[in-house]
């Protein structure tokens, strides 16, 4: 008979040690961590080995991720699946860094931005494989990812209108359209359902679903885009609201697609969240709104972030100077009476 799997201590490793279906597990120093990992192992069905397939880790990941960080599923499927798509399939120990790189470095099509993303999606489900699967190699370490573009660029009217410019179909000219008037997160855009929409014209993400999960998000609406939202609560009553031409919601890949058609005619690829980072800078200057009334409206939990990325706009010595003329034109004047009364006494 079999016997059962039990820890040991390797003193010249300075760690704890498993042997589980021919595979030895480093489980680290800690006595306790080491107990708990072992557990995990134990109760997983499969343990994942070097020898097994690259994409045998994608869909273990992908399916712990649907399980338990739902939110994040649509998105680690799309960049993984493009992976899939551009690199065979192969044994985990014949996967390494240069492999990814070399397959990164032939889309050309993809900016600092996107490529970002795809190798967090990648390292991300190689560390989940190490630290939940019992995975003790990790082919991708040492990847590097590209510095992503600035999120941080102000778009001007005539950026918007020449961006809109080269979109054709209604579909996507209702995202930026909602992204420019709402200023909503995109990850809050390709998720807003019909269950979302209230008849005060706000979008309300119930605090499970909203970041950070503390607090209910709230996005305010103008008559446009609560008009458009309400169209296609009509035609999609279940799921995502915001669709393609095919009917499909709107993902980050999709729009990051999108986007990148534009950069030979534009000269830049542009970022969703710019129109973020627009709608709040322009909304401070333009606008004249008050930063506690900002940060509301961003979905900020306090006004930490306000004046962290937009703290700039209290150096500018024109901007300052017309708000304090503004804050002084606002003070209740005393009247005649009142002066002639205080002069005398």
Same mark, same amino acid.
């Given at each position: 008979?079999?016997?059962? *799997?039990?820890?040991?201590?390797?003193?010249?490793?300075?760690?704890?040690?498993?042997?589980?279906?021919?595979?030895?597990? !480093?489980?680290?120093?800690?006595?306790?961590?080491?107990?708990?990992?072992?557990? &995990?192992?134990?109760?997983?069905?499969?343990?994942?080995?070097?020898?097994?397939?690259?994409?045998?880790?994608?869909?273990?990941?992908?399916?712990?991720?649907?399980?338990?960080?739902? /939110?994040?599923?649509?998105?680690?499927?799309?960049?993984? @699946?493009?992976? #899939?798509?551009?690199?065979?399939?192969?044994?985990?120990?014949?996967?390494?860094?240069?492999?990814? &790189? $070399?397959?990164?470095?032939?889309?050309? &099509?993809?900016? *600092?931005?996107?490529?970002?993303?795809?190798?967090?999606?990648?390292?991300?489900?190689? !560390?989940?494989? !190490? %630290?939940?699967?019992?995975?003790?190699?990790?082919?991708?370490?040492?990847?590097?990812?590209?510095?992503?573009?600035?999120?941080?660029?102000?778009?001007?009217?005539?950026?918007?209108?020449?961006?809109?410019?080269?979109?054709?179909? @209604?579909?996507?000219?209702?995202?930026?359209?909602?992204?420019?008037?709402?200023?909503?997160?995109?990850?809050?855009?390709?998720?807003?359902?019909?269950?979302?929409?209230? =008849?005060? %014209?706000?979008?309300?993400?119930? =605090?499970? &679903?909203?970041?950070?999960? #503390?607090?209910?998000?709230?996005?305010?609406?103008?008559?446009?885009?609560?008009?458009?939202? /309400?169209?296609?609560?009509?035609?999609?009553?279940?799921?995502?609201?915001?669709? !393609?031409?095919?009917?499909?919601?709107?993902?980050?890949?999709?729009?990051?697609?999108?986007?990148?058609?534009?950069?030979?005619?534009?000269?830049?690829?542009?970022?969703?969240?710019?129109?973020?980072?627009?709608?709040?800078?322009?909304?401070?200057?333009?606008?004249?709104?008050?930063?506690?009334?900002?940060? $509301?409206? /961003?979905?900020?939990?306090?006004?930490?972030?306000?004046? #962290?990325?937009?703290?700039?706009?209290? #150096?500018?010595?024109?901007?300052?100077?017309?708000a304090a003329i503004r804050a002084s034109a606002s003070m209740p004047k005393?009247?005649?009476?009142?002066?002639?009364?205080?002069?005398?006494?």
């Open positions: 008979m079999a016997r059962n *799997p039990k820890p040991w201590w390797r003193k010249e490793r300075n760690a704890w040690f498993v042997t589980i279906n021919g595979t030895r597990h !480093n489980l680290g120093a800690d006595k306790k961590e080491a107990k708990d990992r072992f557990h &995990e192992l134990m109760a997983n069905k499969a343990v994942i080995a070097p020898s097994d397939t690259v994409w045998a880790v994608l869909d273990a990941f992908l399916e712990w991720t649907e399980k338990h960080r739902p /939110a994040s599923y649509e998105w680690y499927r799309a960049a993984l @699946q493009r992976f #899939k798509d551009g690199v065979p399939n192969c044994r985990i120990v014949d996967l390494n860094a240069a492999t990814v &790189e $070399t397959w990164l470095g032939s889309h050309d &099509e993809w900016g *600092p931005t996107y490529k970002a993303g795809m190798v967090t999606a990648i390292r991300r489900a190689f !560390n989940w494989a !190490n %630290k939940k699967a019992g995975l003790t190699v990790n082919p991708v370490r040492g990847l590097d990812k590209p510095t992503p573009e600035s999120r941080n660029r102000v778009l001007s009217a005539e950026e918007y209108a020449a961006i809109l410019k080269l979109v054709k179909d @209604q579909s996507f000219k209702d995202v930026l359209l909602i992204a420019w008037k709402t200023g909503a997160r995109p990850q809050e855009l390709t998720r807003i359902e019909k269950r979302h929409i209230q =008849k005060n %014209k706000t979008v309300v993400f119930p =605090k499970k &679903e909203a970041k950070g999960k #503390k607090r209910a998000r709230v996005i305010f609406l103008d008559d446009e885009c609560y008009a458009i939202l /309400a169209r296609q609560a009509v035609k999609y009553p279940e799921g995502p609201l915001l669709r !393609n031409t095919r009917g499909e919601p709107w993902t980050a890949m999709s729009i990051g697609c999108r986007f990148g058609r534009m950069k030979d005619t534009l000269g830049y690829r542009p970022v969703l969240y710019w129109f973020r980072h627009s709608y709040i800078h322009h909304g401070l200057t333009k606008g004249k709104i008050d930063p506690v009334t900002m940060a $509301t409206l /961003a979905g900020h939990a306090d006004l930490t972030m306000i004046y #962290k990325v937009y703290g700039h706009l209290l #150096k500018d010595s024109d901007h300052m100077r017309e005393a009247s005649t009476a009142d002066a002639s009364t205080e002069a005398s006494a």
